[in-house]
């Protein structure tokens, strides 16, 4: 493949050569060779079947555009006898010399260009559609940068000329493109706001074209409605006057029945009516109100014949309406004005309640939930006295909202359930929870529209309904559980205390709800969700944990119970630690069953340990011995094989919980955390030769030292004759196996955390606050065996492992902050650490930029407080400045540069001269940091820097000005 080799350079050059000769609007030759290249390249490109030579076909071929000469292969392309592939490639040129080389146009050569443009675009008027479209995408682009200088009227001599050569079809196709290419197009502010000037100039002839193809006027095809309305709407974009667009809005009404307009007809209706410059103009907008609220018969007859694509059109432009104009929707006076409002309100109430599942058989009654929220909200904004006639007058509205929501929210069929699929179950159970927020933020505003849910309720106790409807009334008084009162509370609410009489009967009768895995699924999270309710009713609160306690060795109950037990223990500490040894009966069973997932039986372990932090200190060990004997010994066990046996994994991993949530969750003062201190005595060698036999694994280190850090939090100084022991084998492990989740599983030690991004930092201040006054030692040398190791990782290939480059900063920053004196000791070797920062700020991984970033601004900082750092800087000053004027430039990403413009703040402040003369001597380089850059721009950044260095948000706006230049911006052009 000739595009491929390289020995064809010397004739592409020819070619070059040659077409310099001729001007951009002139043609190669079709037989040249570098004709004969491209045309191959393209070929491949679309024909060939290897992938690799399909993507070097398109590498070349994207470098092909880039060069002069493809101003002469594109219209060279576009000849009617190349192929289609062909020509829309020779369109795609055009269009990226056009949008991308602006600049390199001579102004000589504008007409020349503009006469062939339009030539082609009219040869091509006829198809092939997508060369067609291409083209109009290149015209649309040479409108918008010609009409910023060499051709004011861009636009409306476009419109002219095209309707003069009978293509008002291709004036059509442009005008669409215009606002499109205008949001694509990196164009600087300056330029923006001329085109946007010169668009608003153009307006009046734009809606003119739109108004005659609507009308069907002398001369226009008919099929131009659509393409017309198309215009309309992209060219909201720029802010059409309402005024001059009203007709045209209210003619779409009339549209609105025509299937093959209804879609574009909404988008128009709905962006024109989100335009903020509408609110200016009320009578216009109560007139559009009045028209839309005429929709409400085509809303019903779409409901009845279950047509959910003008349901979801209505309720687009309904919601835009009641989003965008809620204030004037609601402040009005006129008789006429309010019953417009309740149509409009009545209509998304309909949207709501659709037919049908959500999202099965239908798709969008989730986008009204938030109307609701906002509805609320602007209700309880207005004055006391108005937001009270406006809760009396929608009241209800909203108790007919609770009874919609409560049918939406049931379950279908179990044959309709098991013949959803997994992504519609989970969007069904999202939305249910979405109901439940709207549920309770209803109840927030309107407390009495919750009989609606009394009555329900009530209803279901005297009748037998189906468990959808008892499963959703649960579901409903579990959602607004945190707003139930108690029933001394009965005058804060107005139904609270009849809504927390009904929560008792509720539980009561949960052993008698029927027998279905949601029905009772949801009862069981409703006790959960009234723990804190509970608390303060003992005589409901033991059923209740009896009803839970029956269910969590069932299989398909066991999570839920679970969850609602640990709520319980949380919030009903005190009550419940009383009888914990009839609670903790049921463990046992639940333990040894192998159908239950471990995730349960720690959580149901955790929940125990949680009441024995309540029990009295002398049967403390007793029950600690009940829960954890089996898993004590087990360990044992485990510990003792020679070997790793997968099969093994899953009970590592339950044993380890177990361990982990007594130290977790027994929170009990030091003085009283022997038996604690004796499971640590128990399990510490077990543990240790876990850790190493499965130190590869990276789950079961992360459990490890989940145990590790608790037992520190719990035990405090007790711990103090495993510290040492414990760094030891941590550093051996890391020294052994450099893995990324080795590293940050050594610092989990110290911190009760999953996020990584954090470990090592929370690692230092840890066990620094606890352990650096009295052994600081121990702490350096931890600090620099793991450096140590770590440099030598670093030495092989740092971006390879941008985990571990953030999680030694990390950890090296919490020492900087908790114990400075340890990092100004010599052997912590300081200038290696700085080394490796100035290597890692150029890193593309944003974290680890910006963790490397604020651990070089606080060693800076304490430039004054340390010789050896103040020594680590001063010798390294120059190529620190250096690369972070490189990472700005474009070494490191775009988003970074903040972080990496914050270190100068610390420099500035300390040592100003230095920086000055530095920054003078770098930037004085040609061509640094990059080419795009001139002098001037560089000597005006110097000065910008130190002016505002110690005004954060000044300083990021220089930093990034510069560095948007440096990647190829400037104040003229776009990106190149």
Not at 521 to 530: D, I, V
Not at 551 to 570: E, G, H, K, Q, Y
Not at 746 to 769: D, K, M, R, T
Not at 885 to 910: C, H, K, M, N, Q
Request: proline fraction near 5%; charge should be negative; charged fraction near 20%.
């Amino acid at each position: 493949h000739y595009f491929i080799q390289s020995n064809l350079r010397s004739i592409a050059l020819w070619d070059m050569a040659w077409a310099e000769e001729l001007h951009p609007w002139q043609a190669l030759p079709t037989s040249t060779p570098y004709m004969n290249e491209v045309k191959e390249a393209i070929h491949a490109l679309y024909k060939h079947p290897e992938k690799e030579i399909r993507s070097k076909a398109e590498t070349w071929l994207l470098q092909q555009q880039n060069l002069p000469i493809s101003w002469q292969a594109g219209w060279t392309l576009l000849q009617p006898s190349q192929t289609v592939e062909e020509q829309y490639f020779g369109a795609h040129f055009i269009h990226h010399r056009i949008s991308q080389c602006w600049p390199s146009i001579n102004i000589e050569h504008f007409q020349n260009l503009l006469q062939v443009l339009f030539q082609k675009l009219i040869e091509y008027r006829k198809g092939p559609t997508i060369v067609r479209t291409r083209l109009s995408v290149a015209v649309a682009a040479f409108v918008l940068h010609a009409m910023q200088g060499p051709w004011p009227g861009a636009i409306g001599h476009t419109i002219k000329y095209l309707r003069a050569q009978n293509s008002v079809d291709l004036a059509l196709q442009v005008l669409v493109l215009i606002p499109e290419e205008f949001s694509s197009i990196t164009f600087t502010a300056q330029s923006k706001s001329v085109i946007r000037c010169q668009a608003k100039q153009a307006v009046p002839e734009v809606l003119q074209l739109v108004s005659e193809c609507q009308q069907g006027g002398a001369g226009v095809d008919p099929a131009y409605k659509e393409v017309s309305l198309r215009v309309f709407n992209s060219w909201i974009t720029f802010e059409l006057p309402v005024p001059e667009s009203a007709p045209l809005v209210e003619r779409m009404f009339d549209d609105i029945g025509n299937p093959a307009l209804f879609d574009i007809v909404v988008d128009c209706l709905v962006n024109f009516l989100r335009q903020p410059i509408t609110i200016s103009y009320p009578d216009t907008v109560w007139e559009i109100i009045a028209k839309l609220a005429q929709l409400q018969a085509t809303l019903g007859e779409a409901i009845q014949n279950d047509d959910m694509g003008i349901c979801q059109g209505v309720c687009q432009m309904l919601l835009a309406t009641t989003d965008t104009y809620s204030k004037l929707l609601l402040n009005t006076s006129r008789p006429e004005r309010i019953s417009l409002v309740s149509c409009l309100i009545t209509m998304v109430l309909e949207c709501t309640g659709v037919p049908g599942h959500f999202p099965v058989d239908e798709n969008f009654s989730d986008t009204t939930l938030q109307f609701w929220f906002n509805f609320g909200d602007d209700i309880i904004s207005e004055e006391a006295d108005h937001s009270k006639r406006l809760l009396t007058m929608y009241s209800g509205v909203f108790t007919k909202l609770v009874e919609v929501l409560l049918r939406k929210t049931m379950y279908p069929s179990d044959d309709a359930w098991q013949s959803w699929t997994d992504d519609q179950r989970t969007e069904f159970e999202n939305y249910r929870k979405e109901v439940g927020d709207t549920i309770l933020y209803i109840q927030s505003v309107v407390p009495d529209c919750l009989t609606v849910l009394i009555q329900e309720y009530m209803a279901c106790k005297a009748r037998t309904c189906t468990w959808q409807k008892i499963e959703a009334t649960l579901f409903m008084f579990r959602s607004i559980a945190e707003t139930v009162y108690d029933e001394t509370s009965e005058d804060e609410g107005g139904c609270n205390g009849t809504t927390a009489r009904i929560i008792a009967s509720v539980i009561e009768s949960l052993p008698s709800l029927p027998a279905h895995p949601k029905v009772s699924r949801t009862a069981l999270l409703l006790c959960g969700a009234y723990s804190e309710w509970l608390r303060s009713h003992p005589d409901k609160l033991f059923p209740a944990v009896k009803v839970l306690l029956s269910n969590v060795n069932d299989v398909t109950l066991a999570p839920s119970a679970v969850m609602a037990f640990r709520d319980l223990c949380i919030e009903c500490t005190d009550v419940l630690a009383t009888e914990i040894a009839v609670l903790i009966e049921p463990f046992r069973t639940v333990y040894s069953n192998p159908a239950i997932k471990n995730r349960e039986k720690i959580r149901l372990c955790w929940s125990l340990c949680t009441l024995c932090s309540q029990v009295p200190p002398s049967d403390l060990a007793k029950y600690l011995g009940i829960l954890l004997s089996a898993s004590c010994a087990n360990l044992k066990e485990l510990a003792a094989k020679q070997k790793v046996e997968k099969s093994d994994h899953s009970t590592v991993k339950l044993e380890l919980g177990m361990v982990n949530a007594a130290f977790h969750a027994v929170a009990v003062p030091h003085s009283a955390a022997t038996p604690l201190l004796e499971l640590l005595k128990e399990v510490w060698d077990p543990m240790k030769c876990i850790l190493i036999l499965w130190s590869t694994d990276e789950s079961i280190i992360d459990d490890l030292t989940k145990c590790y850090w608790h037992a520190i939090n719990t035990l405090g100084p007790l711990f103090d004759d495993y510290i040492g022991p414990l760094i030891e084998l941590l550093c051996q492990c890391y020294e052994t196996h450099q893995y990324s989740c080795l590293l940050e599983s050594c610092a989990q030690v110290f911190i009760p955390s999953h996020q990584y991004s954090c470990l090592l930092e929370s690692c230092a201040q840890g066990l620094l606050n606890i352990y650096s006054a009295d052994k600081p030692d121990l702490i350096a040398g931890m600090l620099q065996r793991l450096s140590n190791t770590t440099f030598l990782l670093f030495s092989r290939a740092m971006s390879d492992h941008p985990d571990i480059v953030q999680a030694f900063f990390s950890l090296h920053l919490a020492a900087l902050r908790a114990h400075p004196q340890i990092v100004y000791r010599a052997e912590s070797n300081c200038k290696a650490v700085l080394r490796a920062a100035m290597t890692a700020i150029t890193m593309q991984e944003y974290h680890t930029v910006k963790e490397v970033s604020r651990w070089l601004v606080e060693f800076v900082g304490h430039m004054t407080l340390s010789p050896t750092v103040e020594e680590a800087v001063t010798s390294q000053f120059n190529f620190l400045v250096t690369e972070l004027l490189r990472g700005i430039g474009t070494a490191s990403p775009s988003s970074t540069v903040e972080f990496l413009g914050d270190i100068f703040t610390p420099l500035s402040s300390l040592c100003s001269d230095q920086l000055r003369e530095s920054l003078k001597v770098t930037l004085a380089t040609e061509n640094f940091p990059t080419k795009h850059i001139s002098l001037e721009s560089k000597e005006s950044f110097v000065g910008a820097l130190l002016k505002n260095c110690h005004s954060k948000r000044k300083l990021k706006v220089v930093i990034k000005e510069f560095s948007l230049e440096c990647r190829g911006y400037n104040s003229k052009h776009s990106v190149r």
